[in-house]
């Protein structure tokens, strides 16, 4: 059977991980686009030299031409500027937009039928850009965000409780940004719930909610204190592994649950705007949002988080006059 075709556009610091993970799952052929002449040929020609010890079977290209990426079944972006120390996300939108654009019009000419995973940022204006240039249906273009951020909680947790992660769910919501919504409520370790558990831990209900607010307050912050470790560039391993995640969540027609950054039509009490919320991933793309009922507390968070992302939406026609009609639509 032919092997599945993912086109990464951007061959930075993300592109180089995804790609790496791309060929030891064996998720398909891959072809790396950049601008930088020679950055994604130099990167595809290093990773394919490495087939023989990591006994993988796929072909490896780099490639300055978006011709190359013709026939791709998934697309997934990191084009653009990662942040500086002391930057937030959302200083990005007027550069990243830029070059967004340039992106989605290389993939609507060449990949018209791909779907496609964004990661730049800031994610959900780059996300909503992204469709309205390309005009792909919703369901095939959709942002990964979520599942950093929730992964990124349930590391805190874990370390906190002392517990394999991999025993701890919890979800993060809403836009990629500093208003980002941490499900607290639901947060559990293997069912039995993460609060209850700070409680016995603490003996005191005002400790654990305090032990609670700090870990939920790391991981809305958590994108920066890496940047300020980094001091040049931004997270890396962890968006990748997330991206290929949902990647793999469609490759393999997995229908998992997973929070996406979703085009929402009334779901949640939004409309017409991209954000993150728990979606059903499959080879259909974003089958399904998942609905469930947010307490008040919750929904003030999360409308407070729309309410951000539609602030970065309505720079986007100062930025990019010329598609200031598209961008009302
Ligand atoms: N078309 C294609 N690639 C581009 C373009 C463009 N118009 N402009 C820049 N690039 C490439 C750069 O040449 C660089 O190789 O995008 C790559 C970005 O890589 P890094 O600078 O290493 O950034 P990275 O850490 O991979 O993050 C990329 O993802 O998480 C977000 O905030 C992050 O927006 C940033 C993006």
Same mark, same amino acid.
């Given at each position: 059977?032919?092997?599945?075709?993912?086109?990464?556009?951007?061959?930075?610091?993300?592109?180089?991980?995804?790609?790496?993970?791309?060929?030891?799952?064996? +998720?398909? @052929?891959?072809?790396?686009? *950049?601008? !930088?002449?020679? +950055?994604?040929?130099?990167?595809? +020609? @290093?990773?394919?030299?490495?087939?023989?010890?990591?006994?993988?079977?796929?072909?490896?290209?780099?490639? &300055? $031409?978006?011709? *190359?990426?013709?026939?791709?079944?998934?697309?997934?972006? %990191?084009?653009?500027?990662?942040?500086?120390?002391?930057? $937030?996300?959302?200083?990005?939108?007027?550069?990243?937009?830029? =070059?967004?654009?340039?992106?989605?019009?290389?993939?609507?000419?060449?990949?018209?039928?791909?779907?496609?995973?964004? =990661?730049?940022?800031?994610?959900?204006?780059?996300?909503?850009?992204?469709?309205? !240039?390309?005009?792909?249906?919703?369901?095939?273009?959709?942002?990964?965000?979520?599942?950093?951020?929730?992964?990124?909680?349930?590391?805190?947790?874990?370390?906190?409780?002392?517990?394999?992660?991999?025993?701890?769910?919890?979800?993060?919501?809403?836009?990629?940004? /500093? %208003?980002?919504?941490?499900?607290?409520?639901?947060?559990?370790? &293997?069912?039995?719930?993460?609060?209850?558990? #700070?409680?016995?831990?603490?003996?005191?209900?005002?400790?654990?909610?305090?032990?609670? /607010?700090?870990?939920?307050?790391?991981?809305?912050?958590?994108?920066?204190?890496?940047?300020?470790?980094?001091? &040049?560039?931004?997270?890396?391993?962890s968006p990748a592994s997330s991206a290929i995640a949902m990647a793999e969540a469609v490759l393999r027609d997995?229908?998992? !649950? +997973?929070?996406?950054?979703?085009?929402?039509?009334?779901?949640?009490?939004? *409309?017409?705007?991209?954000?993150?919320?728990?979606?059903? #991933?499959? *080879?259909?793309?974003?089958?399904?949002?998942?609905?469930?009922?947010?307490?008040?507390?919750?929904?003030?968070?999360?409308?407070?988080?729309? &309410?951000?992302?539609?602030?970065?939406?309505?720079? #986007?026609? %100062?930025?990019?006059?010329?598609?200031?009609?598209?961008?009302?639509?």
């Amino acid at each position: 059977m032919k092997r599945a075709k993912i086109a990464l556009i951007g061959g930075g610091q993300i592109g180089g991980v995804l790609a790496q993970l791309c060929a030891q799952r064996e +998720l398909g @052929d891959v072809v790396m686009f *950049d601008i !930088v002449e020679g +950055l994604p040929q130099g990167k595809m +020609l @290093d990773l394919a030299e490495v087939a023989r010890m990591d006994q993988f079977d796929v072909e490896l290209k780099g490639t &300055n $031409s978006y011709a *190359d990426i013709a026939g791709a079944n998934i697309v997934i972006i %990191t084009a653009g500027l990662p942040r500086k120390p002391g930057m $937030s996300r959302d200083d990005l939108l007027g550069i990243n937009a830029k =070059i967004m654009k340039q992106v989605a019009e290389g993939i609507k000419e060449h990949a018209p039928e791909a779907f496609v995973i964004v =990661i730049s940022n800031p994610l959900d204006a780059m996300v909503t850009l992204c469709q309205k !240039v390309t005009g792909f249906p919703p369901e095939r273009v959709f942002g990964q965000a979520g599942v950093l951020d929730s992964s990124r909680f349930c590391a805190f947790i874990a370390w906190e409780l002392g517990v394999s992660v991999r025993d701890v769910n919890a979800m993060v919501l809403g836009g990629h940004g /500093d %208003t980002m919504v941490p499900i607290v409520r639901y947060a559990n370790v &293997n069912g039995i719930p993460v609060m209850e558990q #700070l409680e016995r831990k603490y003996g005191d209900k005002a400790k654990a909610k305090e032990v609670m /607010d700090a870990m939920v307050q790391r991981t809305k912050m958590a994108g920066g204190e890496v940047v300020k470790l980094l001091g &040049n560039g931004s997270a890396f391993y962890s968006p990748a592994s997330s991206a290929i995640a949902m990647a793999e969540a469609v490759l393999r027609d997995q229908k998992r !649950v +997973l929070p996406v950054c979703a085009l929402l039509r009334g779901e949640f009490g939004v *409309d017409n705007y991209y954000v993150g919320v728990p979606c059903v #991933l499959g *080879d259909g793309g974003v089958e399904r949002i998942v609905e469930f009922e947010l307490d008040a507390e919750e929904q003030a968070m999360f409308d407070n988080s729309v &309410n951000a992302v539609k602030k970065l939406i309505d720079e #986007l026609p %100062t930025i990019l006059p010329e598609m200031a009609d598209i961008l009302k639509s």
